[in-house]
């Protein structure tokens, strides 16, 4: 069954410092990969996703994440975090066979001022 | 479009009761699954319906079910509640199909405590 793992229950970055939130994974097949965010109080939104192809994935928000196969990661970058990127972070993973959705446990950022 | 919409968004129930939740997607799309979020565990996986058809089922006891309508309205029911069922029910739409996995979009959650 797939599965997917967040090392970092906790991720602080000063503001306009570079972010990088980690997810890696583990899926028979090819993978569909994504990220939610989650602010307080409000639902999970959806950030951005890879399906197939270019490796590099832009989504909302200014971020972006790197596909890489051969270390089954998908870390979400973002050049310059802002205090408002404060949230929790969820990574999940799809197998090609449209298998249930899987989540990491979260990592909460903390961009500070 | 509306979004996610989730109802009750909170309900406080007695051990043993029973609960039922609703959800209805976004206009068009034709997936619901649902989701238990809580502190220690995450959010676990529920189940996933599809044109009425739950397609995929995650590890809950019998106790937890759930069933879509013909206009993809969703609605879970928990029965015998016990107090480890509080937690944050999540619902997520998507266009779904098979061949491409879509996005799922969130409501706010029904938070359901139980005493």
């Known amino acids: 069954a797939q599965s997917v793992a967040q090392p970092e229950d906790q991720v602080n970055v000063a503001e306009g410092n570079p972010l990088t939130v980690k997810c890696t994974y583990s899926?028979?097949?090819?993978?569909?990969l994504f990220w939610y965010v989650q602010y307080p109080n409000r639902g999970l939104q959806f950030l951005l996703k890879?399906?197939?192809?270019?490796?590099l994935v832009k989504g909302s928000y200014g971020f972006e994440a790197e596909f890489n196969k051969s270390q089954t990661s998908f870390h979400l970058k973002k050049p310059s975090a802002l205090v408002s990127d404060s949230a929790l972070y969820f990574c999940a993973v799809r197998d090609a066979n449209n298998n249930d959705m899987r989540f990491g446990a979260g990592t909460r950022l903390t961009v500070k001022p | 479009k509306a979004g996610v919409t989730q109802t009750p968004r909170y309900l406080i129930k007695t051990r043993g009761q029973q609960v039922t939740l609703s959800c209805s997607p976004i206009s068009g799309h034709r997936s619901v699954s649902w989701y238990q979020q809580t502190p220690g565990q995450g959010l676990q996986f529920l189940f996933e319906?599809?044109?009425?058809?739950?397609?995929n089922k995650g590890n809950f006891p019998g106790r937890f079910s759930g069933r879509q309508f013909s206009n993809s309205r969703s609605e879970m029911n928990v029965s015998t509640l016990e107090l480890g069922d509080s937690a944050l029910y999540l619902c997520a739409s998507s266009l779904g199909s098979g061949g491409v996995s879509y996005e799922q979009y969130f409501g706010p959650g029904t938070r359901l405590t139980v005493t």
């Open positions: 319906y599809f044109s009425e058809t739950q397609r």
């Open positions: 899926v028979s097949g090819n993978p569909y």
């Open positions: 890879y399906i197939t192809g270019d490796n």
